[in-house]
C-alpha cells in the first residue's frame, strides 16, 4: 500500500505562510487528482484545495486566493503554499489521492499540524 506522508506544519502568526508537503511514497501519481483536506478540533475533515492530473487547481472558497496547491510529478509530491494565514487555519491537514470521479485511493495519513496564533 502507498503511505502519505505530510510535512512543513508548524506554528506561525496570523498573516505569515507555510509550505506543505506531501509525499505519495511507492507510488506514481501521475493520473490522479490530488488534494488536500483539514480537521480542526471537534469539526469534520473538510476539503481545502484540489489539482487534477492536467494540474489544473480548485480551491474551497475559505482559502481561495491565499492557497496554492501545486505537484511535481517526477518526485510523487503535492505541495500547498499558504499564505495570510488566519487562526481559523488552525488544523491537522492531510493529502490524499483521487482517481476517476473522485474516489479516494488510499488511507489517510498521519497528517500535519497547522497552528496560527499571535
Known amino acids: 500500500q502507498v503511505q502519505l506522508v505530510e510535512s512543513g506544519g508548524g506554528l506561525v502568526q496570523p498573516g505569515g505562510s507555510l509550505r506543505l508537503s506531501c509525499e505519495a511514497s511507492g507510488s506514481t501519481i501521475r493520473t490522479n487528482t490530488m488534494a488536500w483536506y483539514r480537521q480542526a478540533p471537534g469539526m469534520q475533515r473538510e476539503w481545502v484545495a484540489y489539482?487534477?492530473?492536467?494540474?489544473?487547481?480548485n480551491y474551497a472558497p475559505s482559502v481561495k486566493g491565499r492557497f496554492t496547491i501545486t505537484r511535481d510529478n517526477a518526485k510523487n509530491m503535492v505541495y500547498l503554499q499558504m499564505n495570510n494565514l488566519e487562526p481559523g487555519d488552525t488544523a491537522v491537514y492531510y493529502c490524499n489521492l483521487f482517481g476517476f470521479r473522485g474516489v479516494q485511493l488510499y488511507s489517510w495519513g498521519q497528517g500535519t499540524q497547522v497552528t496560527v496564533s499571535s
Open positions: 489539482i487534477s492530473s492536467g494540474g489544473s487547481p
